[in-house]
């Protein structure tokens, strides 16, 4: 299953595994005089699909699972009853006003923030039972970002890389790689209390990926990074979800989102309203409009008239 959805949810909830499992259907067997002439199919075990079509059609292996996650921060409720499937190979935006639990819910399937209860499986392995083991296969870009930041951008990239356990030649070629991709190079020697705050976004991202692992958890990477390093963050996510990689990502750039992601969740006040292909989810309305509805719908200014008469 894409999503779950509390049962009085008003809005309609988009199950992916719905096209999924037609997708998926095998055929029925022959039966009666016709199915002794046929010799048994013999199946060969097929390896996992991977690419944008299987991603679209539910046939790529689950690489993220979540399953009844919750969490309240004291009387508050952050994350009510959250359920996802991203697949393997998929580009996977989650969505949701300010406060809607985004952050909440890419911290616990981080294992950076223990849930109340729940389960969060990535590339299969339960991420608070085998915390170790799963954060090999992830990168995480952590939202309000807490970097070493006295370190250079090269010793931030080099000490990312051997806490990981690359040797250190490797840390060295791939940080040259990563600063040239993020337009990086001049910067790399200034420490990163210094840098801007996209350039600091970049070096975090980059620190996220140098280990390669299999699964990149981004809490809005595109926050402050300017349209060109956008456009060639992309680039690079799409190349690496090309390759197999899975990306899950929060953001609040819903052209981004409805260009770049092949799936897309909707969460509102911690729980989520829809999950699905992009196109699943937006109907025939953009996805801007179908989020603002599930949102609550757009909300007139009232009582700001006394910003309307200038103070001088
Ligand atoms: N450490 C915390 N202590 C107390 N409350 C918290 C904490 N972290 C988050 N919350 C609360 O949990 C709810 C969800 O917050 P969260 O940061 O997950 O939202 P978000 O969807 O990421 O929002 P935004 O788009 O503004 O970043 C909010 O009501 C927030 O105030």
């Excluded at 699909?49 to 009387?75: C, D, H, M, W």
């Excluded at 976004?201 to 402050?224: G, N, Q, T, Y």
């Excluded at 309203?273 to 937006?282: F, N």
Aim: proline content about 5%; overall charge negative; hydrophobic content about 45%.
């Amino acid at each position: 299953m894409a999503a779950g959805a509390p049962a009085n949810a008003t809005a309609p909830v988009v199950m992916a595994s719905d096209t999924a499992s037609h997708a998926t259907a095998v055929p029925e067997p022959v039966i009666g005089a016709t199915a002794q002439r046929i010799p048994p199919v013999v199946r060969k075990p097929q390896a996992p699909r991977t690419g944008a079509s299987a991603v679209i059609a539910g046939l790529a292996p689950v690489e993220i699972a979540v399953s009844g996650l919750n969490k309240r921060f004291g009387q508050n409720v952050a994350v009510a009853d959250v359920n996802l499937e991203v697949r393997a190979g998929s580009f996977y935006g989650i969505v949701g006003p300010n406060g809607a639990g985004k952050t909440t819910t890419l911290s616990m399937i981080t294992g950076l923030l223990r849930p109340d209860s729940g389960s969060i499986q990535v590339h299969g392995i339960d991420v608070w039972a085998d915390p170790i083991a799963a954060k090999r296969t992830i990168g995480v870009l952590p939202d309000r970002l807490r970097l070493f930041d006295r370190l250079t951008g090269a010793q931030l990239l080099y000490y990312s890389g051997v806490l990981r356990g690359l040797e250190s030649e490797t840390v060295r070629a791939r940080s040259a790689d990563l600063a040239a991709a993020f337009g990086l190079e001049d910067a790399l020697n200034r420490l990163v209390a210094d840098y801007s705050a996209g350039m600091t976004k970049k070096i975090a991202l980059a620190c996220a990926m140098i280990h390669s692992p299999r699964v990149l958890v981004l809490d809005e990477p595109f926050e402050s990074v300017d349209p060109v390093s956008a456009v060639n963050v992309t680039e690079i996510l799409q190349r690496y979800v090309a390759a197999g990689g899975t990306v899950i990502l929060s953001s609040h750039g819903m052209d981004l989102i409805q260009r770049v992601c092949d799936h897309v969740a909707i969460i509102v006040q911690g729980s989520v309203l829809a999950a699905g292909t992009i196109d699943e989810v937006r109907g025939n309305v953009s996805l801007e409009e179908r989020f603002v509805d599930l949102a609550g719908g757009r909300k007139v200014a009232e009582g700001l008239e006394w910003l309307h008469n200038f103070s001088d």
